[in-house]
C-alpha cells in the first residue's frame, strides 16, 4: 500500500491561505475605519468653523455697533471700510451697493479665516439677509454660516479639493 505523500504541505498551504485572506480582511477593514474617523474629524472642524462664523455674525448683529453693523432693508448706516473684529482677525464685510437695499432686502457676506489649529486652515464663508417685506421697519434676519476644513490663506475653501467637507449652520430671527 502507497502512503499519500504531499499532505502535509497542502494542508499548511490551505491554513496559510485561510490566515491570510482573515489578515488581509481584518487590514482593509481598519483601514476604512482608519478613513472613516479622518473624515468625521474633518466634519467636525468644519462644523465648529460653521458655528464660529455664525456666532461672529450674530455677536457684531446683536452687540456690535448698536446693531447696524449690516446692512438693513434701509440705508447702510455701519462705518467704512465695514470692519469687524473675530478670533482676533480684522474681518472687511462686503456689502452690495455700498448697503443700498434692494426691494427692502439687503446681503452682508464676509469670509473668516480660522487658524487655531497648528498646519491647518479652515475657514467660514458668512452670509447676512435681512428682509422687511411687510415694510414696517422691522427686518427678519437670517445668517448662514458655511464652514470649510480645507482653506487658503484667504479664507477661500479649497473648492478642488477631493478632501473638502463643508457644513452649514442656518440662524433666523
Request: proline share 4%.
Amino acid at each position: 500500500m502507497k502512503r499519500p505523500k504531499g499532505f502535509a504541505l497542502l494542508f499548511a498551504v490551505l491554513a496559510a491561505s485561510l490566515l491570510l485572506s482573515i489578515g488581509l480582511s481584518i487590514f482593509l477593514l481598519t483601514v476604512r475605519e482608519l478613513a472613516l474617523s479622518s473624515y468625521t474629524r474633518e466634519s467636525q472642524f468644519s462644523f465648529y468653523a460653521a458655528d464660529s462664523g455664525a456666532e461672529c455674525a450674530l455677536y457684531w448683529d446683536l452687540k456690535g455697533n448698536f446693531g447696524a453693523t449690516f446692512a438693513t432693508s434701509s440705508t447702510y448706516s455701519g462705518v467704512i471700510p465695514y470692519q469687524i473684529n473675530c478670533d482676533n482677525t480684522s474681518i472687511t464685510l462686503d456689502v452690495p451697493n455700498g448697503g443700498v437695499a434692494d426691494n427692502y432686502d439687503a446681503t452682508t457676506t464676509f469670509s473668516m479665516p480660522l487658524n487655531d489649529v497648528p498646519g491647518q486652515s479652515y475657514c467660514a464663508l458668512v452670509t447676512i439677509a435681512k428682509s422687511d417685506p411687510n415694510h414696517t421697519g422691522v427686518s427678519s434676519t437670517n445668517i448662514s454660516s458655511r464652514g470649510y476644513n480645507i482653506c487658503s490663506s484667504a479664507a477661500v475653501p479649497s473648492y478642488g479639493n477631493q478632501n473638502l467637507v463643508e457644513r452649514a449652520l442656518n440662524v433666523s430671527y
